[in-house]
């Protein structure tokens, strides 16, 4: 009986190994993607790809940070976030600074990961009740918002030093700090007992 366990243990390890493998296999191959036409060629490219998608960003924001005021019910969140959208539409104009340093008109490119970290936040807003629970929402939802922001402002910095983009570099690295500041902001109030007021 041992024998035979022995072999049918063998057998089921050797299948999962292979199971494996033929995943690891069909998602290697599926990751290898092929470029669309008109894909970035070079870094510039990239870089300026960049500045379409966050542009498209900061200005869907401006659409719905007001949404989020509306909802929140904290005096200090609903001035935390009236503040950053007057700071959203400074940025909004500092692309296009950034755009016109480069040489190149402004565009927005829809930005798939913010449309969907807004629609995100519209969700939460209509699962929670109005009060703390909502604000707690509201927060967590800004947050990945400034994360997405900070992560995709410190690439642009990076891609604009490399290419030597000194007035890009410059206004992106102001928006950066600005983000961060915001971000922290928004982890002040939830800790001064506005999650513990939702609990």
């Known amino acids: ?47 300026e790809d960049g500045l379409k998608d966050i542009y498209w960003a900061e200005k869907a924001l401006t659409k719905a940070l007001p949404k989020m005021e509306k909802n929140a019910t904290s005096d200090e969140l609903k001035a935390a976030i009236t503040k ?10 500092r692309l296009e600074a950034c755009f016109e340093s480069i040489g190149k008109a402004a565009k927005a490119k829809k930005c798939d990961a913010m449309a969907g970290l807004i629609e995100e936040g519209e969700g939460i807003m209509e699962e929670t009740e109005v009060g703390s629970v909502r604000d707690a929402g509201i927060i967590a939802a800004a947050q990945k918002v400034e994360h997405y922001e900070i992560a995709t402002y410190g690439t642009l910095a990076a891609f604009a030093k490399v290419l030597d ?13 600005e983000e ?13 007992n506005l999650n513990s007021k939702a609990v």
């Not at 959203?88 to 104009?93: C, F, R």
């Not at 961060?180 to 001064?192: F, G, P, R």
């Open 1 to 47: 009986m041992a024998t035979i366990k022995s072999t049918a243990n063998k057998s089921n390890a050797a299948e999962k190994t292979e199971d494996v493998s033929s995943v690891a296999t069909k998602t290697a191959v599926a990751q290898k993607n092929k470029a669309k036409s008109g894909a970035a060629k070079d870094l510039s490219e990239l870089f």
């Open 84 to 93: 950053h959208l007057k700071e959203t539409k400074v940025h909004v104009e």
């Open 165 to 177: 983009c000194k007035e890009a570099l410059n206004l992106l690295l102001e928006t950066l700090e």
């Open 180 to 192: 961060k500041k915001c971000d922290q902001d928004l982890t002040a109030i939830a800790d001064t």
